[in-house]
């Protein structure tokens, strides 16, 4: 492995670029000019299906990079262009400025890494796998969704910045009027992207938390002791219209949330002061950790909702977004250690929580002066077992 390295290292500096500026310059290129119709989701997982499968070809048979990626693109098998085994590597040659600039200098410098540094019979494969894939995926940070918007009553671009991979998603949707549901962990920003619909309509937006508590009139407000009816945030957003965000509803009582259906359905609903019409600019989203099917190990305070209740909404599972978690990070070396604990987290099936918060909470924390452990201690562990968090850290 540290053959490989320096020997990259070495080929960079023959290329007159480092090497994370050779991948981020020539893939970041390929892949924004020919998959930039892919998600984010997608674009990662081709990334990790294709991009580290050629250009480990590369390293192993000096293929032509041209002829690989067109293979990829066709969906042809990559072991097609390949060279076989025997094949000898290609002899150095000079780097010009001729040539398709960055692929040129790519090729040149992994023809001059072939050239008697590393045998390739002897080439550890799963070595070279794991320091693309390293690069690939650090390259791949930058790719979030900017996103601008404009409206009928606000023709001028207005710019969102860096949103979730869903926002375009839930943006259409909430413009068809519809009732959505976002199911993910703690600190996914299902609430946060629920606002951001809200600015990019030019809708006023609401919110609610939602638990055992809430009672009827916190929902529909209620008449007081002189007759005057108070009314509540989800009548101003029905009557007037609005985002209204029911925060945490799978924490509610389902027998209160169950007559919000006739609202929800039906285009009329009623309150203390008569019969509303519902305004054509409502739009009713709700935020929830479950499916409303109960509770969990890792949320037991969630209670299971009325099958009615649950038959109005768009359920939409809203998890992490690691690059916009990246993109938006003030110490991207800290949220690398998170991203790679929650991912341990994940594959020991423990019940611990190690959201975006401690990757933005955190970097503000080290900053201060705290150590690292002290700050996983504060916004990972947080009081679970001696054994769970050696189990965890002892695998990252």
């Known amino acids: 492995m540290e053959e490989m390295e320096a020997a990259m290292k070495e080929m960079a ?70 060279a076989p085994a025997s094949t000898p590597a290609p002899a150095p ?16 410098a992994l023809a001059s890494l072939l050239e008697g540094r590393i045998k390739t019979p002897s080439l550890d494969e799963e070595a070279v796998s794991a320091l693309v894939q390293r690069e690939i995926e650090r390259a791949l940070e930058g790719f979030t969704h900017r996103i601008s918007v404009s409206s009928p009553t606000s023709p001028e671009p207005k710019d969102m910045g860096v949103q979730h991979y869903l926002f375009p998603k839930l943006l259409k949707i909430a413009a068809r009027r519809k009732n959505v549901a976002l199911v993910g962990p703690a600190g996914s920003g299902k609430t946060t992207v629920v606002h951001n619909v809200a600015t990019a309509l030019d809708l006023p937006f609401y919110c609610m938390s939602v ?30 219209g609005g985002v209204f965000c029911l925060d945490e509803i799978d924490a509610g009582n389902a027998n209160v949330l169950v007559l919000l259906n006739s609202a929800t359905a039906n285009g009329l609903c009623s309150f203390p002061d008569g019969m509303i019409e519902k305004h054509k600019d409502f739009v009713l ?3 929830a950790n479950t499916f409303g099917l109960g509770n969990d190990r890792k949320y037991v305070g969630r209670n299971q909702m009325d ?4 038959n109005r909404f768009l359920f939409i599972e809203f998890p992490y977004d690691e690059h916009m978690e990246m993109a938006i990070s003030p110490n991207k070396d800290w949220t690398r250690k998170v991203q790679s604990i929650r991912r ?8 611990v929580i190690a959201s975006p918060r401690a990757s933005i909470h955190g970097a503000d924390l080290l900053e201060d002066g705290l150590t690292e452990e002290e700050v996983l201690d504060m916004l990972i562990f947080q009081g679970v077992s ?9 695998r990252v």
Request: with cysteine; aromatic share 6%; hydrophobic share 40%.
């Open 344 to 351: 341990t987290i994940a594959g020991l099936k423990e019940d």
């Open 211 to 240: 638990s055992m508590q809430t009672t009827k009139s916190d929902l529909f407000g209620f008449i007081d002791a002189s007759g005057r009816y108070i009314p509540s945030m989800f009548r101003k957003a029905y009557e007037h």
């Open 13 to 82: 500096e023959e290329a007159g670029k480092t090497i994370d500026g050779i991948i981020e310059e020539a893939d970041r290129e390929l892949l924004e000019a020919k998959l930039k119709g892919l998600t984010v989701a997608e674009l990662r997982d081709y990334a990790r299906k294709n991009c580290s499968t050629f250009l480990k070809g590369l390293y192993i048979a000096g293929a032509k990079r041209s002829d690989l990626i067109q293979a990829i693109l066709e969906g042809k098998p990559v072991g097609e262009v390949l």
């Open 285 to 287: 989203f709700a935020c």
């Open 93 to 108: 040659r000079p780097i010009s400025g001729n040539g398709n600039g960055k692929e040129a200098a790519l090729a040149d």
């Open 386 to 394: 001696t054994e769970v968090k050696n189990r965890i850290m002892s």
């Open 307 to 310: 099958a009615a209740t649950r």
